[in-house]
């Protein structure tokens, strides 16, 4: 294995410091060959529940750290910022240099030769980028992926009713009782939003 990868100043130094970071990465379970040279690859995920086009992440993120220790090397998942398009106010965009910073910040810190960027949506994807490429580490990113269509009254497409929905032009048009399974039905699952 590489002595001159990253993470050695981390993990492959024998005095304090080095024990000190391996002890407190081992009590999680980490078994000692992970420390054993091989390259560490951050997971950065915005995974959330407040943001519906990264709530499938926590799934996708697990099939990416079999990945990552199939190929020999050593998966480490970090949380950062979430940015939800729908659910924040008044725009998600006003907080994607905040990501990127986020991003930087947390790649920049840990002891990682590499990382994955798990994300989703017009806002975080470049935030994340943004963030990494300030870095300069080998960088992969996996998107979310398209969000389902719904069904609605029998039909397809309930992603385009909801879009305009959400900008007034359906408001009216559909009687309140309705609403709620309106709601329900138009988003077919996990993924960032199309229009």
């Known amino acids: 294995m590489s002595k001159n990868r990253r993470n050695r100043a981390w993990y492959g130094k024998l005095d304090r410091d080095g024990f000190i970071h391996r002890s407190w990465m081992k009590n999680q379970g980490f078994p000692d060959h992970a420390f054993d040279g091989r390259p560490i690859i951050g997971i950065c995920n915005t995974w959330s529940e407040l943001a519906p086009c ?103 497409g309930g992603q385009r009713q909801a879009h305009c929905f959400d900008h007034g032009a359906m408001v009216d048009a559909v009687p309140m009782v309705m609403h709620t399974p309106f709601d329900r039905q138009t988003r077919g699952g996990n993924g960032r939003r199309g229009h």
């Open 54 to 156: 990264h709530s499938g992440l926590r799934d996708l993120a697990k099939g990416v750290k079999r990945g990552v220790w199939e190929a020999g090397g050593f998966p480490v998942e970090f949380p950062v910022m979430s940015l939800g398009e729908t659910q924040m106010k008044s725009t998600a965009m006003l907080f994607r240099n905040l990501l990127a910073m986020d991003v930087e910040e947390s790649i920049r810190v840990y002891g990682i030769d590499g990382v994955v960027l798990l994300g989703g949506c017009d806002k975080a994807t470049p935030g994340q980028l943004m963030g990494a490429a300030s870095v300069d580490l080998p960088t992969i990113v996996v998107s979310s992926g398209p969000m389902l269509n719904g069904k609605w009254q029998g039909g397809v």
